[in-house]
Structure formats: structure tokens, C-alpha cells
């Protein structure tokens, strides 16, 4: 009884998390510059969330993350 109670609760589970319609996309990027002076780096990370709710309409979520480091030459 308890094994075919923990296949039931586990089919559930992986049918509830197969039908979120989410769509994730996530990027990143480099940017890089200098000249006599300094030198520069920046890291740009992007995540964004596409999700189709239950009642057709669309969401959308984004989370951004960026770090410049600088180095003055003289």
C-alpha cells in the first residue's frame, strides 16, 4: 500500500511539473575596453522567465546581474 501510494504522489508531481508552459532564457555577456590610461571589463548576466498562466495570459520576469572592474594604468 505504501509503494503504490509513493507511485501515485510521484506520478502527480512529474504530470503537475510537465505542464508549466516556462520558458527560460538566460544570457551573458563581455564587454571589454582601454587605451593608455585604463583598462576596463564588465560582466553582464540576464535571466528572463516567460510563463503561460492557466487563464491564457502571459507573464514575464527578468533578474539582471553586472560587475565592472576598472584598472587606472597610471
Do not use: Q
Not at 503537475?16 to 516556462?22: L, N, P, R, T, V
Amino acid at each position: 500500500m505504501k509503494r503504490a501510494s509513493l507511485c501515485i504522489i510521484l506520478i502527480l508531481m512529474l504530470l503537475i511539473s510537465g505542464c508549466s508552459h516556462k520558458e527560460v532564457k538566460k544570457d551573458n555577456y563581455f564587454f571589454y575596453g582601454e587605451n593608455d590610461d585604463w583598462m576596463a571589463g564588465m560582466i553582464y548576466e540576464t535571466k528572463e522567465v516567460f510563463t503561460e498562466l492557466e487563464d491564457g495570459t502571459k507573464d514575464y520576469a527578468n533578474e539582471c546581474r553586472s560587475e565592472l572592474t576598472c584598472i587606472n594604468r597610471k
